[in-house]
Every structure is written in C-alpha cells, then in structure tokens.
C-alpha cells in the first residue's frame, strides 16, 4: 500500500488536494475521502516514512495561492486511519522545494535543509535545521543548543541525493544542482551516539 497526495497538474496550472491508495495487489490506485484537515496543495516536499511503516512526516514544499507560496508547515499522516494532523512547530525554516532531508531512528528527530526557495530553481540554500518533534521546536544545526553540530559548511544546492547512513551517520548526501550543474561531491552527517541507527 503507498499513497500519492497533491502534486502540479500535468499543464503546471493548478495543485490538488486529491489523496490516492495505491493498492499493490489490484495495480490500481483508489481515490481516498479524507475527514478533516489536510495540507495545503503542494509539490517537491520532503517526506519521510515513519518507523512503524504507517504513518509519514511531509515537511515544506512549494504551492500556489495566486503567487507562489514555500510552506514552513509539517504534516503526519496516518495510514491506518487516513487523516492528517499539523503538527505544532515553533521557529521553522524558511520553506522551499527540493530539500535534503534525514529522520532518526528514534522517530524523534528530523534533519532537514538545502534546496531552493525559487520557483524555477534558480536560487540555493545552504542552510541545515533540526526539528525535535517531541517539542515542536526547529534549530539550526550550527546552533551551539542543536544536538548535532555542523563543522564543515555546506554549499548551496538543491535535489541532492539522500543515501542509506554509516554507522553513526545521518545518511550520506551527494550530487544534487549547484549553480546550474549537477554536483560531483558529497557529504556525511555525523551524529551523536544517542542517534546512531538506521536513518530514513
């Protein structure tokens, strides 16, 4: 089971808030009736299946209300009753579409940065924040009262790569867009030992 929500429409002039189930057995996608809440229509947000493989965080992402529009908001979604929830955050990043993204095994603690804040891609970011969903409080990651500290400054980019984590990493990102072109570094995410394990 899988879901598809929102998205830009094939002719780039109107977002949805159509929620789909994609049903692996049938090869067939189901349009589903959501009660309550629900996200603004958004595209190119981060998302990040939660550790009991039902629920999911979607973070940021760009709209349209008239202009564009780069959502500072974070969602979960339930799959088990198929409803959304905002969750309360304070201090969040400036939105933007195309981030990096990394959640910790402890389901607690979400890394987050990058991207751009352009609708056509044309400006980067080189910020990196973490948000304690515990607490709803965001902090940037080279903040002296953030739990991860960043040493070495990233460049600006957009549609990086997130890859599978060492051994007491965050996950590893490479490549994405700088300045036009596709990049050909990388980086790691060190972390404490309390967050070591399989990021996602």
Same mark, same amino acid.
């Given at each position: 089971t899988g879901y598809v929500y929102s998205g830009l429409s094939s002719n780039q002039r109107a977002?949805?808030?159509?929620?789909?189930?994609?049903?692996?057995?049938?090869r067939t996608f189901v349009a589903v009736d959501v009660a309550g809440a629900r996200p603004a229509p958004?595209?190119?947000?981060?998302?990040?299946?939660e550790a009991d493989g039902? *629920? /999911?965080?979607? +973070?940021?992402?760009?709209?349209? =209300?008239?202009?564009?529009?780069?959502?500072?908001?974070?969602?979960?979604?339930?799959g088990a009753s198929e409803t959304w929830t905002e969750e309360t955050t304070?201090?969040?990043p400036p939105g933007r579409r195309y981030a990096w993204s990394a959640l910790a095994p402890d389901g607690d603690t979400l890394v987050f940065g990058l991207g751009s804040d352009s609708p056509q891609g044309l400006t980067l970011l080189a910020d990196l924040w973490r948000l304690s969903?515990?607490?709803?409080?965001?902090?940037?990651?080279?903040?002296?009262? *953030? /739990?991860?500290? +960043?040493?070495?400054?990233?460049? =600006?980019?957009?549609?990086?790569s997130r890859l599978p984590g060492l051994p007491g990493t965050a996950g590893r990102l490479s490549g994405g867009m700088q300045d036009g072109v596709l990049a050909e570094d990388a980086f790691v995410l060190d972390v404490p030992a309390a967050l070591d394990g399989a990021w996602r």
């Open positions: 977002f949805g808030t159509d929620l789909f189930r994609w049903d692996g057995a049938a958004r595209y190119d947000a981060a998302v990040h299946v039902v *629920s /999911a965080l979607v +973070v940021s992402g760009m709209g349209r =209300a008239g202009a564009p529009v780069f959502h500072q908001d974070t969602w979960r979604f339930d304070t201090n969040p969903l515990g607490t709803g409080v965001w902090s940037r990651l080279d903040d002296a009262a *953030s /739990a991860i500290d +960043v040493d070495t400054a990233l460049p =600006a980019r957009g549609c990086a």
